[in-house]
């Protein structure tokens, strides 16, 4: 098509709901860890999608699969088998705590599938009464009604009242709160064992321990969110693996395939006989052609050492930030796991985002204060040494 409006800006802004506060560029093209947009300028990426891509952008990987998948057979809904699909869910339950897996389209829908199946085993089981999931303040779990009824921040929130009800909401790392939140018609805890867009957030030593045994005691079911601190980003296959502690229900979605739509609900045995036919489904979960290059994606960061260098990786990185926070005052914190980091300043983050986006840097900032690093997990020393000369320089002046 000859479209005459060249500028995409002006092509989206015209078209497109504003729903995004969108930086001005135009993205066309990715290799790795790189991006390039519409004028040939050339960004090292550091927000990687959203902690999506983890095998960098145009994965020669997924390329291929997507194409031999996309000539054998791409989608032919859930009414039949199809062995890609089949041999991931083996693959993510084989690699996890979990023995059977639902698939769905992202990390929303993921999460509405762990509410809507802890809700259905627990209405089953002790009565309809215990419906209610605590989750906690500063979470992050979607924006569809029930996952946004979930999330503990309120800006998100705004305007599409009247919301889900039966979540009550606890102070993140805060056992005791949780415990006196406690009451029969309590069903579940859900939360990110590493807050994400919460400003990166991590757990106190023992916290999610603590969390599993009081959901023990009280025939509580333990949801983690891992959409975004799944599949490998914090150096461990699942973020919980760093704390000794495993869930009942487990989402992921994001870089579960690099960059196509898919979320995954992963769950223990016990509670599979509350999603029997007809309970729950969707059209577009666990295609064939997303399911084979999800396997794919997974069974690399498996065999192929991203998991260790992303360990290997978070560490230089976080060293090399702490060093600046020893150098500017105005960084309050630098926390993280693996290649999730942010580091907190006493200040807005907007304009240090920008400044870097124009010297050749995509970054992000989370809660206004807090830069996040969320880069592909094949990003290199090289990389990281040049954003971090980059932030000194910026602090500098
Ligand atoms: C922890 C967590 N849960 C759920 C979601 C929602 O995922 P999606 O945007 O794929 O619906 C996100 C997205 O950022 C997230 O970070």
Known sequence: MN???KNTKTLADQFMFNT????PITLVRGDGCRVWDEDGREYIDFVGGIAVCALGHSSPLVTKVLTEQSRQLV???????????????QLLVENSF?????????????????????????????????????????????????TLSATGQEKVKTGYDPLLGGFQFVEFNDLSGLKQAMNPSVCAVMLEPIQGEGGVVCPKADYLKEVRRFCDENNLLLIFDEVQVGMGRTGRLFA???????????????ALANGLPIGAML????????FGPGSHATTFGGTPLITAVSKAVLSSLLKDGWIEHCQEMGEYFKGRLLELKKRYDFIIDVRGQGLIIGVE????????????????????????????????LVVTKEEIDQLVDTLEAIFRV
């Open 75 to 89: 989608h032919v809904s859930n009414l039949y088998y199809t062995r890609p699909q089949a041999e991931l869910a």
């Open 267 to 274: 769950a223990i045995e016990d509670l599979s006989s509350a």
């Open 345 to 376: 300043l006493n200040r807005e983050g907007a304009s240090i985002v920008r400044t870097c986006m124009e010297r050749g840097f995509l970054i992000n900032c989370a809660q206004e204060k807090v830069l996040r690093f969320i880069p592909p």
């Open 20 to 23: 995004y506060a969108r930086f």
């Open 240 to 254: 919980h693996e760093h704390y000794g502690v495993t869930p009942h229900i487990m989402t992921l979605a994001k």
């Open 98 to 146: 979990a023995d059977k897996v639902f698939f769905c389209n992202s990390g929303a829908e993921a999460n509405e599938a762990a509410i809507k199946l802890a809700r259905r085993y627990s209405g089953e089981k002790y009565g309809k009464d215990r419906h209610v999931i605590i989750t906690m303040k500063g979470s992050f779990h979607g924006r569809t009604m029930a």
């Open 3 to 5: 479209n005459p409006i």
